[in-house]
T-cell receptor, first 113, second 119 residues
Protein backbone atom coordinates (compact mmCIF):
# COMPACT_ATOMS: atom_id res chain seq x y z
CA UNK A 1 0.00 0.00 0.00
CA UNK A 2 1.23 3.47 -0.74
CA UNK A 3 2.24 5.76 2.11
CA UNK A 4 3.76 9.18 2.59
CA UNK A 5 6.17 10.22 5.34
CA UNK A 6 6.95 13.75 6.35
CA UNK A 7 9.87 13.69 8.72
CA UNK A 8 9.46 17.02 10.41
CA UNK A 9 6.41 17.62 12.54
CA UNK A 10 7.21 21.23 13.41
CA UNK A 11 9.89 23.45 11.93
CA UNK A 12 10.77 26.86 13.33
CA UNK A 13 12.86 29.25 11.25
CA UNK A 14 13.79 32.89 11.25
CA UNK A 15 12.93 35.08 8.29
CA UNK A 16 15.40 34.79 5.38
CA UNK A 17 16.46 31.30 6.43
CA UNK A 18 16.38 28.55 3.85
CA UNK A 19 13.72 25.86 4.06
CA UNK A 20 13.72 22.21 3.16
CA UNK A 21 10.82 19.97 4.17
CA UNK A 22 11.29 16.28 3.66
CA UNK A 23 8.79 13.96 2.00
CA UNK A 24 9.30 10.30 1.24
CA UNK A 25 6.77 7.96 -0.26
CA UNK A 26 6.32 4.26 -0.60
CA UNK A 27 4.68 3.03 -3.77
CA UNK A 28 5.51 0.36 -6.29
CA UNK A 29 4.48 2.13 -9.47
CA UNK A 30 4.49 5.46 -11.21
CA UNK A 31 3.29 8.28 -9.02
CA UNK A 32 2.09 11.83 -9.15
CA UNK A 33 3.37 14.04 -6.34
CA UNK A 34 1.95 17.15 -4.72
CA UNK A 35 2.64 19.72 -2.05
CA UNK A 36 -0.30 21.51 -0.48
CA UNK A 37 -0.27 24.36 2.00
CA UNK A 38 -2.80 25.50 4.56
CA UNK A 39 -2.29 29.03 5.85
CA UNK A 40 -3.89 29.89 9.20
CA UNK A 41 -7.64 30.27 8.77
CA UNK A 42 -7.52 29.45 5.06
CA UNK A 43 -8.39 26.53 2.85
CA UNK A 44 -5.92 23.91 1.75
CA UNK A 45 -4.35 24.96 -1.55
CA UNK A 46 -1.96 23.48 -4.09
CA UNK A 47 1.64 24.71 -3.98
CA UNK A 48 3.05 22.59 -6.77
CA UNK A 49 2.79 19.18 -8.40
CA UNK A 50 4.91 16.75 -10.35
CA UNK A 51 3.56 14.42 -12.98
CA UNK A 52 6.43 13.90 -15.40
CA UNK A 53 9.31 15.69 -17.10
CA UNK A 54 11.76 17.95 -15.31
CA UNK A 55 12.12 16.59 -11.76
CA UNK A 56 12.64 20.10 -10.42
CA UNK A 57 9.21 21.65 -10.12
CA UNK A 58 8.55 25.30 -9.40
CA UNK A 59 5.40 26.37 -7.64
CA UNK A 60 3.78 29.47 -6.31
CA UNK A 61 5.36 31.93 -3.88
CA UNK A 62 8.93 30.91 -4.68
CA UNK A 63 8.60 27.28 -3.61
CA UNK A 64 10.16 24.43 -5.53
CA UNK A 65 10.41 20.69 -5.07
CA UNK A 66 12.72 18.05 -6.47
CA UNK A 67 11.60 14.56 -7.33
CA UNK A 68 14.40 12.05 -6.74
CA UNK A 69 13.10 8.74 -7.98
CA UNK A 70 15.95 6.66 -6.57
CA UNK A 71 15.28 8.03 -3.10
CA UNK A 72 11.48 8.02 -3.35
CA UNK A 73 11.62 11.63 -2.22
CA UNK A 74 9.92 14.88 -3.13
CA UNK A 75 11.38 17.51 -0.82
CA UNK A 76 10.04 21.05 -0.73
CA UNK A 77 12.46 23.96 -0.72
CA UNK A 78 12.49 27.71 -0.53
CA UNK A 79 15.74 29.69 -0.43
CA UNK A 80 14.48 32.46 1.85
CA UNK A 81 11.33 32.16 3.93
CA UNK A 82 9.09 35.00 5.00
CA UNK A 83 6.85 35.40 8.01
CA UNK A 84 3.87 34.91 5.66
CA UNK A 85 5.06 31.36 4.91
CA UNK A 86 3.92 30.31 8.36
CA UNK A 87 1.50 27.48 7.59
CA UNK A 88 1.05 23.74 7.56
CA UNK A 89 2.51 21.90 4.58
CA UNK A 90 1.27 18.57 3.28
CA UNK A 91 2.96 16.23 0.85
CA UNK A 92 0.64 13.95 -1.15
CA UNK A 93 1.00 11.15 -3.67
CA UNK A 94 -1.31 9.23 -5.92
CA UNK A 95 -0.53 6.25 -8.01
CA UNK A 96 -1.20 6.59 -11.72
CA UNK A 97 -3.15 3.35 -11.65
CA UNK A 98 -5.22 3.58 -8.54
CA UNK A 99 -5.89 7.26 -8.00
CA UNK A 100 -5.96 6.90 -4.24
CA UNK A 101 -4.59 10.22 -2.99
CA UNK A 102 -2.44 9.76 0.12
CA UNK A 103 -1.32 12.65 2.30
CA UNK A 104 1.55 12.90 4.73
CA UNK A 105 0.91 13.92 8.33
CA UNK A 106 1.87 17.49 7.60
CA UNK A 107 4.69 19.78 8.75
CA UNK A 108 3.90 22.90 10.66
CA UNK A 109 6.22 25.74 9.70
CA UNK A 110 6.60 28.73 11.99
CA UNK A 111 8.63 31.64 10.67
CA UNK A 112 9.75 34.14 13.28
CA UNK A 113 9.93 37.76 12.12
CA UNK B 1 -15.66 33.02 -9.21
CA UNK B 2 -17.18 31.59 -6.06
CA UNK B 3 -15.13 28.95 -4.28
CA UNK B 4 -16.09 25.55 -3.03
CA UNK B 5 -18.80 25.75 -0.40
CA UNK B 6 -19.62 23.17 2.22
CA UNK B 7 -22.65 22.99 4.46
CA UNK B 8 -23.10 22.82 7.31
CA UNK B 9 -19.84 24.16 8.69
CA UNK B 10 -20.30 22.57 12.11
CA UNK B 11 -22.34 19.62 13.23
CA UNK B 12 -22.85 17.71 16.47
CA UNK B 13 -24.34 14.23 16.37
CA UNK B 14 -24.58 11.28 18.72
CA UNK B 15 -23.36 7.75 18.19
CA UNK B 16 -25.61 5.65 15.98
CA UNK B 17 -27.07 8.59 14.11
CA UNK B 18 -26.46 9.31 10.48
CA UNK B 19 -25.28 12.53 8.87
CA UNK B 20 -25.31 14.09 5.42
CA UNK B 21 -22.80 16.70 4.37
CA UNK B 22 -23.07 18.82 1.26
CA UNK B 23 -20.50 20.24 -1.13
CA UNK B 24 -21.06 22.69 -3.96
CA UNK B 25 -18.12 22.77 -6.37
CA UNK B 26 -16.75 25.71 -8.29
CA UNK B 27 -18.91 26.44 -11.30
CA UNK B 28 -17.77 24.32 -14.24
CA UNK B 29 -15.96 21.75 -12.12
CA UNK B 30 -17.17 18.21 -12.65
CA UNK B 31 -15.11 16.33 -10.10
CA UNK B 32 -15.71 16.35 -6.37
CA UNK B 33 -13.46 14.56 -3.91
CA UNK B 34 -14.02 14.04 -0.21
CA UNK B 35 -11.36 13.81 2.50
CA UNK B 36 -11.40 13.19 6.23
CA UNK B 37 -8.92 15.05 8.43
CA UNK B 38 -8.24 13.99 12.01
CA UNK B 39 -5.34 14.76 14.37
CA UNK B 40 -4.47 11.07 14.59
CA UNK B 41 -4.82 9.91 11.00
CA UNK B 42 -4.23 13.16 9.15
CA UNK B 43 -5.82 13.72 5.77
CA UNK B 44 -7.37 10.64 4.23
CA UNK B 45 -9.03 10.29 0.86
CA UNK B 46 -12.61 9.05 1.01
CA UNK B 47 -13.84 9.02 -2.57
CA UNK B 48 -14.17 10.98 -5.77
CA UNK B 49 -17.23 11.59 -7.89
CA UNK B 50 -17.15 12.55 -11.52
CA UNK B 51 -20.16 12.81 -13.80
CA UNK B 52 -22.45 11.46 -11.07
CA UNK B 53 -20.38 8.26 -10.69
CA UNK B 54 -17.96 7.25 -7.99
CA UNK B 55 -14.63 6.96 -9.78
CA UNK B 56 -12.17 6.38 -6.99
CA UNK B 57 -12.46 5.21 -3.43
CA UNK B 58 -10.20 5.23 -0.41
CA UNK B 59 -10.04 2.68 2.36
CA UNK B 60 -13.14 3.49 4.38
CA UNK B 61 -15.99 1.23 5.51
CA UNK B 62 -19.29 1.07 3.68
CA UNK B 63 -20.87 3.36 6.28
CA UNK B 64 -19.31 6.18 4.27
CA UNK B 65 -21.10 6.81 1.03
CA UNK B 66 -21.75 9.63 -1.33
CA UNK B 67 -23.45 10.76 -4.44
CA UNK B 68 -23.22 13.46 -7.04
CA UNK B 69 -26.04 15.25 -8.74
CA UNK B 70 -26.34 16.39 -12.34
CA UNK B 71 -25.27 19.92 -11.33
CA UNK B 72 -22.05 18.40 -9.85
CA UNK B 73 -23.07 19.14 -6.27
CA UNK B 74 -22.14 16.25 -4.02
CA UNK B 75 -23.33 14.85 -0.74
CA UNK B 76 -21.53 12.57 1.64
CA UNK B 77 -23.40 10.35 4.07
CA UNK B 78 -22.13 8.58 7.13
CA UNK B 79 -24.46 6.07 8.74
CA UNK B 80 -24.29 4.60 12.23
CA UNK B 81 -21.88 7.23 13.47
CA UNK B 82 -19.01 6.23 15.73
CA UNK B 83 -16.95 8.41 18.04
CA UNK B 84 -13.99 7.98 15.70
CA UNK B 85 -15.91 9.67 12.90
CA UNK B 86 -15.37 13.02 14.60
CA UNK B 87 -13.29 14.92 12.09
CA UNK B 88 -13.04 17.76 9.64
CA UNK B 89 -14.53 16.64 6.34
CA UNK B 90 -13.07 18.43 3.35
CA UNK B 91 -14.42 18.59 -0.14
CA UNK B 92 -12.34 19.49 -3.18
CA UNK B 93 -13.46 20.21 -6.70
CA UNK B 94 -11.57 20.16 -9.96
CA UNK B 95 -12.34 20.47 -13.64
CA UNK B 96 -11.21 16.90 -14.47
CA UNK B 97 -11.06 16.61 -18.26
CA UNK B 98 -12.02 12.94 -18.31
CA UNK B 99 -11.98 9.67 -16.45
CA UNK B 100 -8.60 8.72 -17.89
CA UNK B 101 -6.92 11.75 -16.38
CA UNK B 102 -5.41 10.90 -13.00
CA UNK B 103 -6.82 12.45 -9.84
CA UNK B 104 -5.04 15.71 -9.25
CA UNK B 105 -4.12 16.28 -12.89
CA UNK B 106 -6.33 19.33 -12.70
CA UNK B 107 -5.78 21.48 -9.62
CA UNK B 108 -8.08 20.58 -6.75
CA UNK B 109 -9.69 23.48 -4.92
CA UNK B 110 -10.63 22.77 -1.35
CA UNK B 111 -13.58 24.03 0.64
CA UNK B 112 -13.51 25.20 4.26
CA UNK B 113 -14.70 21.85 5.57
CA UNK B 114 -17.46 20.60 7.82
CA UNK B 115 -16.41 19.91 11.38
CA UNK B 116 -18.33 16.92 12.72
CA UNK B 117 -18.36 16.05 16.40
CA UNK B 118 -19.82 12.72 17.43
CA UNK B 119 -20.77 12.41 21.10
Amino acid sequence: AQSVSQHNHHVILSEAASLELGCNYSYGGTVNLFWYVQYPGQHLQLLLKYFSGDPLVKGIKGFEAEFIKSKFSFNLRKPSVQWSDTAEYFCAVNGRNNNDMRFGAGTRLTVKP
Amino acid sequence: KAGVTQTPRYLIKTRGQQVTLSCSPISGHRSVSWYQQTPGQGLQFLFEYFSETQRNKGNFPGRFSGRQFSNSRSEMNVSTLELGDSALYLCASSYRSGTSAPLGSETQYFGPGTRLLVL
